[in-house]
């Protein structure tokens, strides 16, 4: 079963449009890890956030920001004023016990000028 | 700053060749990760190492092995290279409940 489902494939946007990515995720744990990356054109992914299953206070950088909601098991992903330099595939992904990593199958972002 | 370095970025086998991916991280880690990355599918796990000499199958092990003899290098192999392993294939490394990714090797079979 998939442990972690992204189900929006691909979004475009026109710059300093606000966009959300959605992540669902599945465990019987009470104790995981979610995580959010980025993979720009470049391919190397560039890690973005951790979250624990304890802690559910939502988090903002800058223009980003994640909404985890343990009663719906998502962790979704905002983009707030969107930038061309956000174009990428995202990866949301699930760890139970620190060993397996469990990957969505990424969205991908287009921002357009 | 963490390094996840991969031997090559980019590399054409032909089917049946025996092919090695290596992999190496400068940050004395535990843990790591062979991946392969295909549209559609995201990050599948081939293998996991947690210490020197010891290793893990992962969701799609079939057709690869990997070996690890020092704690900074992970080695996959692919006993003989298949088409349907053309993908991208990707190194991590994890600690402090991160992985740290390397840049990703682009594995053609002819």
């Known amino acids: 079963a998939q442990k972690v489902t992204q189900a929006q494939t691909e979004i475009s946007v026109v710059e300093k449009e606000d966009v959300t990515l959605d992540c669902v995720y599945e465990?019987?744990?009470?104790?995981?890890?979610l995580f959010w990356y980025k993979q720009p054109p470049s391919g190397e992914l560039v890690f973005l956030i951790r979250r624990n299953s304890f802690d559910e206070q939502n988090e903002i950088s800058g223009r980003y920001s994640w909404n985890f909601q343990k009663s719906t098991s998502s962790f979704n992903f905002t983009i707030t004023a969107s930038q061309v330099v956000d174009s990428a595939v995202y990866f949301c992904a699930l760890s139970e016990a620190l060993d397996k990593f469990y990957f969505g199958s990424g969205t991908k972002l287009n921002v357009k000028p | 700053d963490v390094k996840v370095t991969q031997s090559s970025r980019y590399l054409v086998k032909r089917t049946g060749e025996k092919v090695f991916l290596e992999c190496v991280q400068d940050m004395d880690h535990e843990n790591m990760f062979w991946y392969r990355q295909d549209p559609g599918l995201g990050l599948r796990l081939i293998y996991f190492s947690y210490d020197v000499k010891m290793k893990e199958k992962g969701d799609i092990p079939e057709g690869y092995s990997v070996s690890r003899e020092k704690k900074e290098r992970f080695s996959l192999i692919l006993e003989s290279a298949s088409t349907n392993q053309t993908s991208m294939y990707l190194c991590a490394s994890h600690a402090s409940y991160e992985q740290y990714f390397g840049p990703g090797t682009r594995l053609t079979v002819t």
């Open positions: 465990t019987r744990d009470t104790t995981y890890y």
